[in-house]
């Protein structure tokens, strides 16, 4: 429909300038001729065209012309949708060497050792703690003398203990092989004993490994002999207190709330649940290691039975290092964890094998720590037989810790 109004206005002015319209009926004929137009525009009504002789060129996109913004109803305003958050950053590998990214909820705080992922649906699942066996660790032979093998435990067939004497940590110690000046790679597999599938597969790999043991793992004096007879170093692996207390970290636990005689004794009975190991870390403990009191106590249990302390440094915050030397407890600081996530993926574990293997040229030994998990277990199977060709030498943790308070001042 064609705009009347532009043809309207021009006939009144017409009929004024003739003097055939008088004023006050010129007035009326434009008030009918805008209600008319109104009209016309009411919903349902066809659309308004601007005459042929007046065309009215398109506004840019986006830009409405002068005639359609003042014909058009205006539509209701609307917030334009905030834009969408920026993607999460990707997380970095959870401990790629020293320097740890941060996680958790320290600023540096390094990721827990992790509950055992659940048994597959056609694995056996994973058996309770066993009732403890109570072996008396008080009762371990003074320096000097001899110490009795547990009675169902075989003796070791591929390396002899480096020594017959002394400190627990050098008696059931192994025999560090010939390095010839080479670099030093001790690896440690922590939570050992419970899942019994994937226990035994990691017994099987080429030692020499450190296998840190459950405090809580059943049936002890078989696994340990089995894992003696393939020339692995043990150690215990002790739950401590972390920082999220939605993780469990076992029966045993260390509490930052247990007083120094409660502390002393839960750790006597932990070290009481089997023989034959060199000393312990810390299983979790992101928020015990922390805690010097409860630390103090750890190295008053473990210096006069002769153990030694590996820190796993599940916080940049541990005060283990530190309250290991003061108290003249033997000990060392893992450099590499292996795996930080319940599904380990092989690429990513052969990625920080490199990084250790970088460390340990650099410092001239290095410490990891990995846990019996799929991916973990083949990369290792892939990698252990390549140390040699590559200059570097798998050792038992006893051998680093040896090594480093050589270089201590």
Not at 72 to 88: G, N
Not at 202 to 225: H, K, N, R
């Amino acid at each position: 429909m064609v705009d009347p109004r532009p043809a309207i206005a021009e006939m009144l002015k017409r009929a004024r300038a003739s003097g055939l319209l008088p004023p006050a009926l010129a007035v009326a004929a434009v008030i009918v001729g805008v209600i008319a137009f109104r009209v016309l525009l009411a919903p349902g009504s066809p659309p308004v065209t601007p005459p042929a002789s007046a065309p009215v060129q398109p506004a840019p996109a986006g830009v409405p012309s002068e005639t359609a913004a003042a014909a058009a109803p205006h539509p209701a305003v609307t917030a334009e949708p905030p834009p969408p958050p920026p993607p999460p950053p990707t997380p970095s590998p959870a401990i790629l060497s020293d320097n740890p990214p941060p996680t958790e909820t320290s600023a540096r705080t390094v990721i827990e050792d992790e509950p055992l992922p659940p048994p597959g649906p056609n694995e056996p699942p994973t058996p309770k703690p066993a009732p403890r066996m109570h072996v008396s660790v008080d009762a371990l032979p003074a320096p000097g003398e001899t110490a009795a093998q547990p009675a169902t435990a075989s003796t070791p067939v591929a390396v002899e203990p480096a020594s017959a004497s002394g400190p627990a940590w050098r008696r059931y110690a192994l025999a560090t092989p010939p390095t010839g000046g080479k670099p030093i790679i001790a690896v440690i597999i922590d939570d050992v004993g419970l899942d019994r599938r994937r226990s035994k597969e990691v017994i099987d790999l080429p030692g020499p490994l450190t296998l840190s043991f459950m405090s809580y793992a059943g049936d002890m004096p078989s696994q340990e002999a089995d894992a003696r007879a393939h020339a692995h170093e043990i150690m215990m692996h002790v739950p401590m207190e972390p920082i999220d207390q939605h993780i469990d970290p076992g029966p045993g636990v260390l509490l930052t709330r247990l007083s120094p005689d409660e502390l002393r004794g839960r750790l006597i009975d932990d070290l009481g649940h089997f023989d034959g190991y060199v000393g312990i870390n810390n299983h979790m403990g992101s928020k015990f290691t922390a805690y010097p009191e409860g630390m103090r106590v750890v190295m008053e249990v473990l210096k006069p039975r002769g153990l030694l302390f590996i820190d796993s440094v599940t916080t940049d915050k541990s005060v283990g290092l530190l309250e290991a030397r003061r108290a003249g407890v033997p000990t060392a600081a893992r450099n590499v964890f292996l795996d930080a996530a319940l599904v380990s993926d092989v690429d990513q574990v052969a990625g920080q094998l490199r990084v250790l293997e970088d460390v340990a040229r650099k410092k001239g030994n290095a410490i990891a720590i990995g846990h019996p998990r799929d991916g973990t277990i083949a990369a290792l199977a892939a990698w252990l037989p390549t140390l040699p060709s590559k200059g570097l030498v798998l050792v038992p943790v006893t051998a680093v810790v040896r090594a480093r308070m050589q270089d201590d001042p």
